[in-house]
T-cell receptor, first 115, second 115 residues
Framework: EDKVVQSPLSLVVHEGDTVTLNCSYE??????LLWYKQEKKAPTFLFMLTSSGIEKKSGRLSSILDKKELFSILNITATQTGDSAVYLC???????????????FGTGTRLTIIP | NAGVTQTPKFQVLKTGQSMTLQCAQD?????MSWYRQDPGMGLRLIHYSVGAGITDQGEVPNGYNVSRSTTEDFPLRLLSAAPSQTSVYFC??????????????FGSGTQLSVL
């Protein structure tokens, strides 16, 4: 069964701390992995990763993919209260070699930053 | 530039009633999808479409129907609402027929309660 597992489920840290969020997956015909941030409403896109070992960065956020070990991490340095959100990992894959692509989400990590 | 528009934002139904959640996008995206989000379950794919006239099932399709008669619209029909369908529903679209062509654009969500 195709699945995406995120850990931890929730995390509470103090402002200024660095956090690492994890996403592991088991899918057939992997295509890419995406990270989203969800505050109150719709998820907003952070990163898309398709190649192993290439770090994507945006300000204090960075992410990397390991296609051999089937996981990705999302790092946030010098956290701020505005980083409080649910962070979702999603994997795009084909169910068969020539099938349509599907996008499956993990359950998310709820990050709370204490001032 | 409207993006992905979902209506209604809130809906309360009685068990057994039917209704349609509307989703429209004005970005000429081929890929459109419906997700439901429940506490502790993350976003789960209900149905998706890779173009007009083409739809396929996701992880949790039972109790829902979709159709794609135009590129712009992708309505989700609840045939006979059940309390288990109480959830937040998100419509999402992306460019091209592949989920990985570009990031997903999400609508603002529909909060549905079935009594």
């Amino acid at each position: 069964e195709d699945k995406v597992v995120q850990s931890p489920l929730s995390l509470v840290v103090h402002e200024g701390d660095t956090v690492t969020l994890n996403c592991s997956y088991e899918v057939t015909n992997f295509r890419s992995l995406l990270w989203y941030k969800q505050e109150k409403k719709a998820p907003t896109f952070l990163f898309m990763l398709t190649s192993s070992g290439i770090e994507k960065k945006s300000g204090r956020l960075s992410s990397i993919l390991d296609k051999k070990e089937l996981f990705s991490i999302l790092n946030i340095t010098a956290t701020q209260t505005g980083d409080s959100a649910v962070y979702l990992c999603a994997v795009v894959f084909r169910t068969t070699n020539f099938g349509n692509e599907k996008l499956t989400f993990g359950t998310g990590t709820r990050l709370t930053i204490i001032p | 530039n409207a993006g992905v528009t979902q209506t209604p934002k809130f809906q309360v139904l009685k068990t057994g009633q039917s209704m349609t959640l509307q989703c429209a996008q004005d970005m000429n995206h081929e890929y459109m999808s419906w997700y439901r989000q429940d506490p502790g379950m993350g976003l789960r794919l209900i149905h998706y479409s890779v173009g007009a006239g083409i739809t396929d099932q996701g992880e949790v399709p039972n109790g829902y129907n979709v159709s794609r008669s135009t590129t712009e619209d992708f309505p989700l029909r609840l045939l006979s609402a059940a309390p288990s369908q109480t959830s937040v529903y998100f419509c999402a679209s992306s460019y091209g027929q592949r989920a990985t062509n570009e990031k997903l654009f999400f609508g603002s969500g529909t909060q549905l309660s079935v009594l």
